[in-house]
T-cell receptor, first 116, second 111 residues
């Protein structure tokens, strides 16, 4: 149990385009999901906290207009990188915490974004 | 000073040895503690979850939390080459809130 999926696992896009990444909790409902990015050999950097049915809470320094987050249901959150640039190339990972659970967070497998 | 301190390693030990990984923290409000294992280019995998102080054992893994010392540990017994990965400690004060991570310790088990 407690499986989180991400799609796509890898994406390459041209500079200026937008990319949408999906995060799904497959066998549980998640009121709260989190989005992270990770640079090589570094720890995870929290970008935003996504709550179902409400606006996401962004960490300081993260541009909310560039990284659009939508948490439309208890099993799906999406991150859209708008007008992507090469510096947005990174490993994006989501996590989800089961509603009514013991507060563990389960991570997806990650999405590697490369912007040319 | 970071809220959570973790030795980044790298740490290399021979197969079969006991591995000890540790984190210290400064925020006394933390009460949810987790250890994750992350293989290269993969998402972190939850290994152990502990609420408040105490020990928890799961197979070859034992997690310890000492809130009085603000110190948590993960022990791996009978280490295997497949345990080679980066281990991240993470913690939070309340449930369903963002985690504060350590920097991760890169572990290599030598066959």
């Amino acid at each position: 149990g407690a499986v989180v999926s991400q799609h796509p696992s890898r994406v390459i896009c041209k500079s200026g385009t937008s990319v949408k990444i999906e995060c799904r909790s497959l066998d549980f409902q998640a009121t709260t999901m989190f989005w992270y990015r990770q640079f090589p050999k570094q720890s995870l950097m929290l970008m935003a906290t996504s709550n179902e049915g409400s606006k996401a809470t962004y960490e300081q320094g993260v541009e909310k207009d560039k990284f659009l987050i939508n948490h439309a249901s208890l099993t799906l959150s999406t991150l859209t990188v708008t007008s992507a640039h090469p510096e947005d190339s990174s490993f994006y990972i989501c996590s989800a915490s089961p509603s009514g659970g013991h507060n563990e967070q389960f991570f997806g497998p990650g999405t590697r974004l490369t912007v040319l | 000073q970071k809220e959570v301190e973790q030795d980044p390693g790298p740490l290399s030990v021979p197969e079969g040895a006991i591995v000890s990984l540790n984190c210290t923290y400064s925020n006394s409000a933390f009460q949810y503690f987790m250890w994750y294992r992350q293989y290269s280019r993969k998402g972190p995998e939850l290994l152990m979850y502990t609420y408040s102080s105490g020990n928890k054992e799961d197979g070859r893994f034992t997690a310890q939390v000492d809130k009085s010392s603000k110190y948590i540990s993960l022990f791996i017994r009978d280490s295997q080459p497949s345990d080679s990965a980066t281990y991240l400690c993470a913690m939070s004060a309340r449930g369903n809130e963002k985690l504060t991570f350590g920097t991760g310790t890169r572990l290599t088990i030598i066959p």
